[in-house]
């Protein structure tokens, strides 16, 4: 995954900041993704959803409104419509810049904002709210405390999310000019809907009013047992997910891999922005990857653990082989592999005591009718593993340049 940082200008002329995030390879479709009211492009649940989207071939860019996270502009100056505007200008950054978006997403607020300008995006052909309300006036409720000063003085400071905001009486002005069933109703694009039932914060019944307004295709996920930041990394990450899976039914195939490797052979390439790794083995295409921890996307299995899982399904292979050919009462073989390194001094049967040593360990449960001393006997068998015996055998990796000839 490459991440991009970008600025461009909205229609009065300031500087929104942006991140675009995209897949290491040719990005199948691109979206634009809008956040929740106050919030910004680096809130958690919008990383994670961004992930789960670039993961999927998609390129991503959410941004910060006016006046929020890294953007130029007073908050107190801006209002619904300009959100509005700001999501225009971005749809119209990627148009000059990359390509249209194909996919608008928006969260709470910033999912109202998309419906919104969704007609004006001839691109888009996939729309997705997550949490987001049926009336852009729902969010007068926020500060309902502040609407007799708003009326007598104009503005008031508000606490949103812990954090203190102006509000002028134009941002409430302009909420009310909005008719947002309409927009929907001649939407002519695919909508999802993601709403959590137990968002305390934007009811889900703003959900069933989104879904009733709209027209097919049209779907709806419940996010069972989130909130309404999808504050739990597992519901955002399920969430875009979803997304991903959903919107694909609405965009081209994915480019295909340009990696080819003959039967027998195994090509990988990394490029520099990560660890993110393209591998093909023959006719099979897979990923791996580095743990976040170690400054990879977790895209994939690490290289040790394909070692692992070379170990661990070439022994559950070879499980399965035997009990055929013996007849055996064997329903399945499941085997657990784990991988280390220790210091040789602790390891009993290894011959060198002045390093550390690769240590593998197999855990292998046997399903079936078995006696012991046949289990017994499966737990020897598993040592033939062609994979196992590598392991333990002499090996060379001889190693060349592929363009220099030799």
Known sequence: MRKINVRFQNAAGQTLSGI?????????????????????????????????????????????????????GEFAETNFSSNVDDLLAAAQFLKEEHKP????????????????????????????????????????????????????????????????????????????THDLPAAIGGLR???????????????????????????????????????????????????????????????????????????????????????????????????????????GTNAGPSPYGLLSAALATCTSMTLKMYASFKKLSLVSATVTVTHDKVHAEDCVDCETKDRKVDEFHRAIALEGDLTSSERQRMLEIADRCPVHKTLHGEIKVRTTLADDGS
């Not at 675009?20 to 958690?44: Q, V």
């Not at 305390?200 to 047992?225: G, I, Q, R, W």
Request: aromatic share 6%; proline share 6%.
């Open 101 to 176: 978006p194909a996919v608008l997403i928006g969260h709470s607020l910033g999912g109202t904002a998309v419906l919104q300008a969704a007609p004006q995006v001839p691109s888009a052909v996939a729309v997705a709210t997550i949490g987001s309300p049926a009336d852009p006036g729902h969010v007068a409720h926020l500060f309902a405390g502040a609407h007799d000063q708003l009326e007598r003085e104009g503005s008031a400071e508000v606490s949103l999310g812990g954090r203190p905001f102006t509000i002028k009486r134009q941002f409430l002005d302009d909420l009310r």
């Open 20 to 72: 675009l995030e995209t897949p290491l390879a040719a990005p199948r479709a691109y979206a634009l993704f809008a956040h929740c009211f106050t919030c910004s492009k680096n809130l958690k649940a919008a990383t994670n959803i961004s992930r789960a989207l670039t993961d999927a071939g998609l390129a991503v860019l959410r941004f910060d409104f006016t006046g929020l996270g890294q953007s130029e």
């Open 189 to 295: 694009k695919a909508l999802l809907i993601m709403h959590a039932p137990l968002d305390d914060t934007v009811e889900v019944d703003n959900a069933s009013s989104l879904f009733a307004a709209a027209k097919h295709p049209k779907s709806f996920v419940s996010l069972d047992k989130a909130d309404h930041l999808l504050t739990r990394e597992e519901d955002s990450l399920y969430a875009g997910k979803v997304l991903a899976a959903w919107s694909s039914r609405y965009l081209p195939p994915a480019p295909a891999s340009d990696l080819v490797a003959e039967e027998g052979h195994v090509v990988a390439r990394t490029f520099v922005d990560g660890f993110r790794t393209d591998v093909q083995a023959g006719p099979h295409a897979l990923t791996a990857d580095e743990p976040a921890s170690v400054g």
